[in-house]
């Protein structure tokens, strides 16, 4: 096989990972997925009524801002077809179950529309056509799995059409580096080291994942902490299809609950309890009662899409939930430039602890900024007071890597730029910026 990149210390492409490379989906495993698509339309189709007869707040049950069923974006359709429970739309999940706006199909980013992809018998041989070697998200994962150590590499599986390109036999595309990305930082913040302390010392951490998108980190983290994890994901029943489909065929010696919402104490767990838990958005209060402490909450690239009351109530949640010792770990961008929220500053109305993690192991983040938030001081959280990457002449070895990467690959000198811009100027000009740039036809990347 061709070597694509130069660099010794680079993983190295080995080959393609086709659709015919996926291994296909049992019979077992296909009928607990569409078990999980009855359950999720009946979920979706009660939704209305339950909503009116808890008096919950619509605002925040029901699907908001950029999740709005009305909203110009393929997330609808797609769901549709999803929970039709076809066994070929199924078995390739990963093709429709677009959670990171990049599609899959066409490699391309796709934020509007209502395309759902056609699969046609020979996609294999098109696409290899069509995109005959790896793109830059293959040079970026390079980069930023050169420097951690290697058990901080997730791996994930060539299953429910996972394609990509082949680095140490598994799949590398677009998502896999974002989901490495955010593990890189999660490290880098001494949150990793941590999760992997409270193992050794109590046998399972608590983490929860607000919009869990189709589990992409869920599986990446349970994978790096070999599986002794109580992970919850509280998303929209539409997006815990996807989650709940994956994470099933991909973790099956784990539990998977499903909650419907009708007995709060089936969610109730034992200290040594291992597994997911999905809980429906508009029945998280049930899952808040329980009172579980919880080691770390996640949310990436979710709460600026989200509508402004739905994450004030997050925050409020959070804050009770991670409680002294717990973390909430945040990536995400100013989305005001494209009508959606800053998120960061409601969160700061409830944690009065904030830590900015500046990447050390990435030359340029692919979207937003990663906060890590508390009720204390993130030291007083983490029992190890060395972080990975603290001395000074490793900072200052990384800081020329990342400036070199910068120079040497102009398209991350762009990416820097708008970032920077995005930072300096009021939402309003960046917008008028981003549009006269695409008119001119320039293409932003990330
Ligand atoms: C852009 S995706 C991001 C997915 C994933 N976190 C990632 O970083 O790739 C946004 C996620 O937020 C979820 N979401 C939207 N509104 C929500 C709400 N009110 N409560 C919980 N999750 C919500 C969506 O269903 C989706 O899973």
Request: aromatic share 10%; charged share 25%; glycine share 8%.
């Amino acid at each position: 096989m061709p070597e694509f990149f130069m660099g010794a210390n680079f993983m190295r492409v080995t080959g393609r990972v086709r659709l015919r490379d996926n291994r296909p989906i049992s019979d077992e495993e296909f009928r607990r997925a569409v078990g999980i698509c009855s359950a999720i339309r009946r979920l979706v189709d009660s939704r209305a009524d339950y909503i009116a007869e808890k008096r919950l707040d619509p605002e925040i049950a029901l699907p908001g801002n950029n999740w709005d069923p009305n909203a110009d974006q393929p997330f609808q359709n797609r769901y549709r077809h999803i929970v039709e429970g076809n066994y070929d739309v199924l078995n390739r999940l990963r093709l429709y179950a677009q959670f990171s706006s990049f599609d899959l199909v066409t490699q391309s980013i796709v934020t509007r529309g209502r395309e759902v992809p056609k699969i046609p018998d020979d996609f294999d041989e098109r696409f290899e056509h069509r995109f005959p070697g790896p793109d830059h998200w293959i040079e970026r994962y390079r980069m930023i799995t050169r420097f951690v150590p290697v058990d901080i590499r997730a791996r994930f599986p060539k299953v429910l059409g996972e394609i990509g390109w082949e680095m140490e036999g598994h799949p590398v595309n677009h998502d896999v580096y974002a989901y490495q990305e955010r593990v890189n930082l999660m490290y880098e913040a001494g949150l990793i080291d941590e999760l992997r302390r409270r193992i050794r010392a109590r046998g399972v951490v608590n983490i929860l994942e607000i919009g869990g998108g189709y589990g992409g980190l869920a599986h990446a983290l349970t994978g790096l902490l070999h599986g002794a994890v109580n992970y919850t994901i509280c998303d929209l029943p539409e997006s815990l299809l996807s989650s709940a489909i994956y994470l099933g065929v991909t973790h099956p010696k784990l539990r998977h609950v499903l909650y419907e919402g009708n007995d709060p104490s089936s969610l109730a767990t034992s200290e040594q309890w291992m597994g997911f838990r999905y809980i429906p958005n508009a029945f998280f209060d049930d899952f808040c009662e329980l009172d579980e402490g919880v080691d770390l909450a996640i949310n990436t690239l979710s709460f600026p899409e989200m509508a402004q009351a739905q994450v004030r109530y997050y925050g409020d949640r959070l804050k009770r939930l991670i409680g002294d010792g717990g973390a909430l770990f945040e990536q995400n961008e100013d989305g005001r430039w494209m009508g959606m929220l800053d998120c960061k500053s409601i969160l700061a109305e409830s944690f009065p602890c904030k830590r900015r993690i500046s990447p050390k192991t990435i030359p340029v983040v692919s979207k937003g900024e990663a906060d890590v938030w508390s009720n204390q001081p993130l030291d007083t959280i983490l029992a190890s007071r060395t972080l990975p990457f603290e001395g000074l002449p490793v900072r200052m070895q990384l800081s020329l890597w990342r400036l070199s990467c910068l120079m040497t690959t102009p398209s991350l000198g762009l990416i820097w730029l708008r970032q920077m811009l995005q930072r300096q100027l009021s939402p309003g000009l960046f917008a008028m910026i981003k549009r006269l740039w695409n008119r001119l036809g320039g293409r932003m990347r990330a």
